[in-house]
């Protein structure tokens, strides 16, 4: 039986500047947390110290170290202003940094700019796209969400060319704060450069950078992820990527780093 995120966050022991949580087996990625897990995990620490914060509007995301088991995430406020509040969040196991974020959150107010220059690809509803995986999913963390291929190819196929688009979906996204359920929906694809490889190869997110679009989006239901490389060398990629829900709706925007051994 899977442990959902919203169990796991359920069953924390609230501290008074963060929380304890219990990582299981199902979600690891290797040997350590599946990234978007130890973000969320980081992110839910800072609202449960934290009362009436304003809507995540970014975050800044360090995977310093792994993780797995028994975890704290202990939060503290940077600066409170008038309409910005920053937090930094860090994720540990015993004494052992694993995660570091900084958040910014931030009322929102009214203004004479209204742009929206961030398009959903064109690509089929999730219903007529085949599945991910076409047998079991890679990683234990995998099995929490539902996939299914927009464009790019699969991992480990070698016919991509470092543009992927993949739709995914939590299977159980009950009891989850919106935000917290977005980052750990945002973080599921594989790095856009892993259909271009013949065969699975060991990766590891070094950073990731995500602005919210949407303040209101629940992270429930389809999500369409895309992620483009635009440089590949020397063991490293970097890469934008962008969320949408099921309408076209832009949810997230961000990019990342990834150290590639293969």
């Known amino acids: 039986m899977r442990t959902s995120l919203g169990a796991m966050l359920a069953a924390a022991r609230i501290e008074g500047d963060g929380a304890g949580y219990t990582i299981t087996g199902e979600w690891m990625q290797g040997r350590t947390t599946y990234g978007g897990l130890s973000a969320a995990l980081c992110l839910a620490g800072t609202l449960a110290a934290h009362a009436d914060l304003p809507p995540l509007r970014s975050a800044q995301i360090a ?57 959903m690809p064109a690509v089929p509803a999730p219903d007529a796209c085949e599945p991910l995986w076409r047998k079991r999913t890679p990683l234990s963390f995998l099995q929490q969400f539902d996939a299914r291929v927009g464009f ?10 470092g543009d992927i688009a993949y739709w995914f979906r939590l299977r159980e996204p009950a009891g989850i704060p919106s935000a917290v359920r977005l980052l750990a929906l945002a ?3 594989p790095p856009a450069v892993m259909p271009m490889f013949n065969t699975f190869a060991p990766i590891s997110t070094a950073t990731w950078q995500i602005e919210v679009l949407d303040t209101g989006a629940s992270g429930e239901g389809w999500h369409l992820i895309r992620s483009t490389a635009e440089t590949g060398a020397n063991g490293y990629t970097s890469q934008t990527m962008g969320m ?13 780093m990834v150290a590639l051994f293969g």
């Open 187 to 189: 973080d599921t694809p």
């Open 152 to 161: 790019g190819g699969r991992p480990g196929d070698g016919t991509g060319n």
């Open 244 to 256: 949408w829900d099921e309408q076209g709706r832009p949810v997230l925007a961000g990019r990342q």
């Open 63 to 119: 995977f310093i170290g792994p993780a797995g088991g028994d975890v704290t995430a202990r939060s503290r406020v940077l600066r409170q202003g008038k309409s910005m509040t920053y937090t930094e969040a860090d994720l540990r196991q015993g004494e052992a940094l694993a995660t570091r974020c900084v958040f910014a959150f931030g009322s929102g107010r009214e203004s004479a700019i209204g742009i929206d220059r961030f398009p």
